[in-house]
């Protein structure tokens, strides 16, 4: 038997006194004996000094130690690697982006299992690769901090999280003993699946009826046309007019058109014609930037001119002529019926109007031009927008009337984007049951008493039809971040049916969209390819209510409305970032600047020059705006060139209150100033206006906005560039003892010599519509910061790619008889209708960069490909590159706009675990201090080198594409090796050397890789357009 | 033997004796402080913490906190540089040039303008740090060996000769300063009474016995670092220039800047010894030293500067018109009119209008006057390189990134905070060490005292210089 030893680590412990057992409890034996005097009285022990300093001593050393600790940041490998994902390496699934109307087929690039990027896709017959700043914007919504991460059902005021079992369970009890009808509120759905499972949920109850609303509703233009938009083919036309219609920005499909509106408006020596835009409009559009023609009107005035025009027409086609009155600028309606007679076939009219009758005379004057068949493709109407203004009042009369048992808000926020808001508001009181899917509490899911949160569109599955016969699909890119639910789930889930959405798409499909053959490797395909076209579809059956209206009540309607303009009338719009304000907590959208006035970060009382004398308002001034209807609202003025006389204009999408802390309070609702009347929502009011004497700075990204005569942009008309292309762009020229020298051929500088590639860019200013998606797509790829309103004033915005917009002026250097200063403070004011230039502009990656050779420590230097490089980590921030910049492209670190509170909100990408993201792990964040610039995404290039270099090839023209060119939806950028004779690029320059290809500032001979093509205007109006 | 000039003016006047120079200079070091220098130095104090507030917030939160932008990278820092740089330029040019041209009058004023020059120097020098995005890493600027590879600094950036003609500006000032400072210190030292005055000062005259060898190395080593510095007084400010001149950006891309810039900086820089002197001159009373003559010299030396300041400005305006390059055209008319027209007025006002006033006698020889005239020629300086840099970038090449700059708190904290530390240094300068060179001084009491020492008194100081060759031949 062994015995067992046992060790002791003291007397103490051998003797085992009932004290040590008592004490050995306790890890420190015995508390240093700190008492304080006062409360123990006189004879207490008093902590002696040295007690003291060694408690002192040792709290310290213990609080040092503790700080010194690195805080534990758990980083998971992949111990089982998922089949399809390879770290480092981006994989890319196509889907679709639907919001607010606007439709983009999509692939989106994920990286280690998470979406960091979105491109077009080029499969997309509709939207041909291109993408909208919105379509960009989305993934950073998808890592949107305000979203709600579970379901909440609301007690009282509060919202308390539930669990999805439990929300299921009530809000099928409460359903079920629903008193009154059910409806489905949404704003328009072009899925054929998700309508279904409306159908059958509907199905399920006794009354159930499913509204459809568009926050910017074109109710006017489906009424007229048997409830659906005409399938536009601007593609088709030699002659565009539009009335109020912004189809380049945020009306309908701005891809789409503007994908089809720049194949007529590209010109070569060889092809050397284009279509001829006019636009009769009242504040100025990106549409109405890029026309040729463009007439401001007031919108009452709107019919009268569509009338005009229909007349014209009418009279050319030896049709009847209405009884309206005449419209004032006849010259260029002339001109425009002119050329729409001889374009027959070839022509299109549109309207933005929302008013029936101006959408009748439209499609009147197409259908008598032959228009139907050619420019309107009659076999694919567009789906996009489906809500009917009608059946929406209607709904709002109705929950009013009590008649509403239970109401289901799907992507509806009604509280805050109908006019009719407080009748909303009041309305929802008398619905007894309140469910909706908004993504966060927004104004409307505030008073529901369930929010059964949607997943993001990136988390979820779905199809869309935006036109007959063109579906496509989209498939999750990430596992739901939250514990969300897909409403389509959460509506099977409610009507009892246990199959899954995906299941039941694929069924749907399987059932109406198959076309035979192996339907698995079909919809694998689709899958794949994220469009599925040529499909023999039904079509969608819209609720718009279609009331035809006869020509003559038409033209009685439009009389009645020219006759009941009074005072200053109120144009309300969208913007092509911001749309209706239903992605508004996006802050790269709210930070793209707007097209036209540059402004970011709120909207603004559009005002003519000549009203703002007339009242003596300046720029920034607060104005109180009232409006017809008796709704007042206050807002900053802003000047905008371009606005009709006696008009003033708003842009909706501002004003949020529950969108979350980027949006929250950023600009002012202007949806309730609209006018509504029985038949439906005219974005128009008339109002009053009025100086609060108080101000209000409007953040703009450029704040002045004439060229100066400066040949910094070119452009010449279509008759010059038929006569002589060689004509239409001014050479600098510098004297030298051999007479006139291009610039580059003096130089101090020896030339670099590229052995391999030398990657070089061209931007054809005549296909630049300056839309802005280049600036979003450049922001996602490049990890530019958000700065913020305040920022922006302190005009420090960070984005790399920026449009420079430029008015004409009426005063020109050569032509002025006025004094040379005041010439100079003349050209100066913008014309009161100007024609508007835009230029994309980034670093030039000059081959004699300035910055380059002034930077102390050698942070930017150039790369044997061509390339200026920035080096980030040897900058010290002098900025002296940022002063020698001539075209001012770099950007500076103010401050660390990453783990930041000041930026917090704003740049939630850098500031949360969440946001963080979205980030692109192949681009540094830039510390603070250092300057950044467009680096010709050479993360790309160099990608793109690696690839090639593994199938021991040189890399492929078009293989390497920076993120503006890829995203720019008319093709106007184009990058490539200008080493390689067959690239694009050099094609390009070479078919332009000496015509249209110029380069900024080549006086100073910096010798730009970025070259820009001379942009050319078909705006001569004595030359018909055929 | 002595010789009193018809036409020249003493330089000394007053009947002073070697002794009382002596005693006159020592006075305040050896003194309490003079309650009106207390008052001055807490003004500067409060001024210094201003100063160490604003260039916390730089460091802690970043350039942000200055009212730069994307347009205007260089506003304040860069003015408030070359401004202080220029200022630095009157010390070197009074105690280099002015003593190889033999100008005797240099000898009570030129401690001082070294002293003001050093000072200067060191606030010029904050800048070209503060303005850094990230100024831990400044030391890069610096051609050192390193560990990072292979890197090195670019030379051909303008910033880098900065680097270069800013520190050896500064270390040979400072040495030409402090070599002239041993002698008096030792005199100092050898009258201090107190332990630890005299400690002091016997460290800091690197044991001057004033022994002959010692005035003959002194001698030579201070012509050979006259001989130094005196391209120094046209390099620096040539160098700062170029940080303008090779850059592209119209109003920068000037020919002229060099001469100009150093004309404009003697200009400055006199005006600041103006300043300064004429207070000196009466809180330490040392009218017998710093005297009329001395202050209508340097005005003729303001005026001359002046009026080669005004030329350039308007040989500006006529080569922009001249070279027909609009964007020149351009800069130069909106610097005239353009929205910064105040600025531009100011300066104009300020360095070519008021300087014209010392063309009349009577206004060049009034202190007043003088005192009011240094200090429009000080603010018109500033002015100066505020419209160059700023009116210049703010509307370059491109109007679409036209901008306004406005200065922020901090910006204008940090400028007001390094005259704190400028006039922090000065006064304890002024108090604890001599203000005016003495033994110089006291080589020219024979020849231009204004008074007839026929029995030269034997309380000349013993450390005395009395075989001087170069001044008095």
Redesign the interface.
């Known amino acids: 038997m062994q015995e067992k030893i046992k060790y002791w680590k003291g007397l103490e412990e051998l003797e085992n006194t009932p004290e040590f057992v008592r004490n050995s409890q306790n890890e420190f034996a015995e508390f240093l004996p700190v008492k304080d005097k006062s409360s123990s009285g006189k004879n207490a022990e008093v902590a002696p000094r040295r007690d003291f300093l060694k408690l002192l001593g040792f709290s310290v050393a213990a609080a040092t130690l503790a700080s010194c600790e690195a805080p534990v940041r758990k980083a998971i490998p992949y111990l089982n690697k998922p089949e399809e994902i390879e770290p480092g390496i981006a994989n890319w699934y196509a889907s679709t982006y639907f919001t607010d109307g606007d439709y983009n087929s999509i692939l989106v690039k994920t990286r280690e299992g998470r979406p960091i990027k979105i491109e077009g896709n080029p499969l997309s017959s509709l939207t041909r690769g291109g993408l909208s700043p919105r379509g960009q914007a989305t993934v950073l919504s998808l890592y949107d901090t305000t979203r709600l991460p579970n379901p909440v059902t609301k007690r009282g005021e509060k919202h308390i999280d539930a669990e999805w079992e439990q929300i299921d369970q009530e809000i099928r009890t409460k359903l079920g003993q629903v008193n009154g009808k059910v409806a489905l509120v949404s704003t328009t759905i072009i899925s054929p699946s998700t309508k279904q499972v409306i159908r059958e949920f509907g199905a399920k109850y006794p009354s159930f009826e499913h509204f459809v609303y568009d926050p910017y509703s074109v109710s006017g233009l489906l009424k007229a046309n048997g409830g659906t938009i005409p399938g536009y083919d601007f593609s088709k036309a030699k002659t565009i007019v539009s009335f109020g219609a912004d189809f380049l920005g945020a009306w309908l499909s701005q891809v789409e058109f503007a994908k089809q509106y720049i194949t007529n408006r590209k010109v070569t020596k060889d092809n050397p014609n284009m279509s001829r835009h006019y636009q009769f409009e009242a504040t100025l559009s990106l549409t109405g930037a890029n026309a040729d023609v463009r007439v401001p009107i007031k919108p009452s005035e709107e019919g009268v001119a569509v009338a005009a025009l229909y007349n014209r027409i009418a009279q050319g086609t030896g049709g009847q002529v209405l009884n309206t009155p005449a419209f004032a600028q006849t010259k260029q309606l002339d001109a425009a019926a002119k050329e729409l007679l001889a374009n027959r076939g070839a022509a299109l009219v549109v309207s933005g109007s929302n008013d029936v009758a101006v959408q009748t005379l439209v499609r009147d004057i197409n259908r008598m031009l032959g228009s139907e068949g050619t420019t309107i493709n009659t076999a694919a109407p567009i789906y996009t927008k489906q809500g009917d203004d009608t059946q929406m009042i209607r709904f709002i009369n109705e929950m009013n009337a009590g008649t509403v048992g239970a109401v289901i808000f799907y992507n509806a926020n009604p509280v805050y984007n109908h006019p009719l808001a407080d009748k909303v508001v009041s309305g929802l009181k008398k619905v007894g049951v309140k469910i909706s899917f908004a993504d966060r509490i927004d104004e409307t899911a505030v008073l529901a008493d369930y929010i059964t949160p949607d997943h993001h569109p990136l988390e979820s599955w779905n199809d869309f039809e935006p036109r007959r016969g063109y579906l496509s699909l989209a498939q999750p890119t990430i596992s739901p971040l939250f514990k969300t639910r897909q409403a389509q789930d959460s509506l099977l889930a409610w009507s009892g049916n246990n199959t899954s959405y995906y299941d039941y798409l694929r069924n749907h499909w399987r059932a109406n969209f198959a076309k035979g053959g192996d339907f698995n490797a079909a919809w694998d395909k689709a899958v794949h390819d994220g469009v599925l076209e040529g499909v023999t579809s039904a079509g969608q059956t819209t609720t718009a209510t279609v009331a035809p209206m006869t020509m003559a009540a038409a033209a009685v309607a439009i009389n009645q409305t020219a006759r009941n303009s009074k005072g200053i009338e109120l144009a309300i719009y969208q913007k092509s970032s911001i749309g209706s304000g239903v992605e508004a907590n996006n802050p790269w959208l709210q930070e793209l600047s707007d097209p036209i006035s540059r402004a970011t970060w709120d909207n603004y009382l559009a005002i003519p020059r000549s009203l703002a004398k007339e009242m003596d308002i300046q720029q920034n001034d607060l104005i109180r705006v009232t409006a017809g209807n008796g709704k007042t609202i206050e807002l900053p003025a802003l000047i905008q060139p371009g606005q009709a006389r006696g008009t003033v204009a708003i842009a909706v999408g501002y004003g949020r209150t529950h969108a979350g802390p980027v949006a929250n309070l950023v600009g002012v609702n202007v949806y309730p100033l609209a006018a509504t009347n029985q038949n439906g929502v005219l974005y128009i009011n008339s109002v009053k206006l009025e100086k609060t004497g108080a101000e209000k700075v409007i953040a703009q990204t450029q704040t002045h906005h004439t060229i100066m005569d400066r040949n910094v942009v070119q452009e010449a008309s279509l008759d010059a560039y038929r006569k002589n292309p060689k004509e239409v762009t001014e050479y600098i020229k510098v004297a030298t003892p051999d007479g006139p020298q291009s610039p580059s051929k003096v130089s101090l500088w020896y030339d670099y010599e590229y052995k391999n590639h030398h990657w070089g860019m061209v931007i054809d200013l005549n296909s630049c519509i300056g839309c802005g998606s280049c600036v979003v797509g450049c922001a996602s790829e490049n990890n530019t910061p958000i700065v913020g309103k305040q920022e922006v004033l302190n005009r420090r915005e960070m984005f790399w790619m920026r449009i420079d917009r430029y008015y004409s002026s009426d005063t020109h250097k050569d032509t002025s008889n006025l004094g040379t200063i005041e010439t100079y403070q003349a050209m100066e004011e913008p014309s009161e209708n100007p024609q508007v230039i835009f230029q994309p502009m980034l670093c030039q990656h000059c081959n004699h960069a300035p910055c380059e050779t002034v930077c102390p420590v050698l942070a930017t230097t150039h790369s044997s490909e061509g390339l200026n490089q920035m080096t980030y980590n040897r900058c010290v921030g002098t900025r002296y590159c940022a002063n020698n910049c001539p075209y001012k492209v770099r950007r500076f670190n103010w401050f660390a706009y990453y783990d930041n509170e000041k930026f917090a909100a704003q740049n939630y990408q850098m500031n949360s675990d969440l946001g963080r993201m979205v980030l692109n792990p192949d681009v540094t964040v830039r510390a603070r201090g250092v300057i950044e610039k467009c680096s010709f995404c050479v993360q790309r290039i160099q990608a793109g080198k690696l690839e090639a270099k593994k199938e021991k090839r040189r890399p492929k023209d078009g293989e390497i594409v920076t993120a503006c060119a890829q995203s720019c939806p008319t093709n106007a950028i184009i990058f490539g090796d200008m080493k390689d004779p067959n690239s694009q690029v050099s094609q390009i320059l070479r078919r332009e050397d000496g015509e249209r290809a110029f380069h900024v500032l080549e006086e100073l001979n910096v010798q730009p890789n970025v070259t820009y093509l001379t942009k050319i205007r078909n705006n001569n109006l004595t030359t018909t357009n055929a | 033997m002595q010789h009193v000039s018809p036409v020249r003016e003493p330089l000394v006047t007053g009947g002073k004796t070697y002794h009382d120079i002596t005693n006159d200079v020592s006075r305040q070091v050896e003194a309490k402080p003079n309650i009106r220098w207390a008052i001055a130095l807490a003004v500067a104090l409060f001024f210094l913490g201003i100063f160490i507030y604003s260039v916390y917030r730089t460091l802690w939160?970043?350039?942000?906190e200055w009212?730069?932008?994307?347009?205007v990278?260089?506003a304040w820092d860069i003015t408030n540089f070359v401004w202080w740089v220029g200022i630095g330029h009157a010390g070197t040019l009074i105690s280099a040039i002015l003593l190889l041209f033999r100008q005797k009058w240099r000898s009570s004023i030129n401690r001082a303008a070294e002293a003001m020059t050093i000072f200067a120097v060191i606030c010029a020098a904050m800048f070209?740090v503060l303005?850094?995005?990230?100024?831990w890493?400044?030391y890069?600027?610096l051609p050192l060996p390193n560990t990072f590879g292979s890197?090195?600094?670019?030379f051909?950036?303008?910033?880098?000769w900065d680097?270069f003609a800013i520190s050896t500006y500064f270390s040979v000032s400072l040495v030409f300063w402090y070599l002239g400072l041993i002698p008096d210190f030792a005199t100092i030292r050898d009258r201090a009474t107190g332990p630890i005055a005299r400690r002091a000062y016997a460290l800091l005259s690197f044991g001057w016995t004033g022994s002959a060898k010692h005035w003959s190395r002194y001698e030579t080593v201070s012509l050979i670092l006259a001989g130094v510095s005196t391209p120094l007084v046209l390099s620096v400010h040539t160098i700062v220039s170029m940080?303008f001149a090779?850059?592209?950006?119209p109003g920068w891309h000037t020919t002229i800047f060099p001469p100009y810039f150093v004309a404009g900086a003697i200009f400055s820089g006199f005006a600041m010894v103006l300043t300064l002197m004429l207070i000196t001159r009466d809180v330490f009373y040392l009218k017998d030293y710093i005297t009329l003559e001395h202050i209508e010299s340097m005005n003729k030396v303001i005026i001359l500067t002046g009026s080669i300041v005004g030329v350039a400005y308007i040989t500006e305006f006529f080569i922009a018109w001249y070279s027909g390059?609009?964007?020149e055209q351009?800069a130069f008319?909106?610097r005239a009119?353009g929205p910064y027209w105040w600025a531009y007025w100011s300066m104009m006002t300020c360095n070519v209008i008021t300087p014209q006033l010392f063309w009349f006698r009577k206004i060049r020889r009034s202190v007043v006057a003088t005192f009011i005239i240094s200090i429009f020629v000080n603010i018109g300086m500033w002015f100066e390189r505020f419209v160059i840099i700023v009116t210049s970038?703010h509307?370059?090449?491109?109007?679409?990134?036209?901008?306004?700059f406005t200065p922020s708190i901090i910006d204008v904290g940090i400028y007001v905070g390094t005259l704190g530390l400028f006039f922090t240094l000065f006064l304890l300068f002024a108090k604890y060490f001599p203000v005016i060179n003495m033994f110089e001084v006291k080589t020219i009491l024979k020849s231009s005292s204004g008074v007839q020492h026929s029995h030269a008194p034997e309380t000349m100081h013993a450390h005395s210089p009395n075989n001087q060759a170069h001044h008095d031949k």
């Open positions: 939160f970043g350039i942000g009212g730069l932008n994307k347009t990278n260089w070209p303005h850094m995005g990230r100024p890493l400044a890069w600027v890197l090195w600094v670019n051909n950036s303008p910033l880098l680097v940080d090779t850059s592209v950006i390059v609009e964007y351009y008319i909106n009119t970038l509307r370059d090449f491109l109007p679409s990134s036209w901008a306004m």
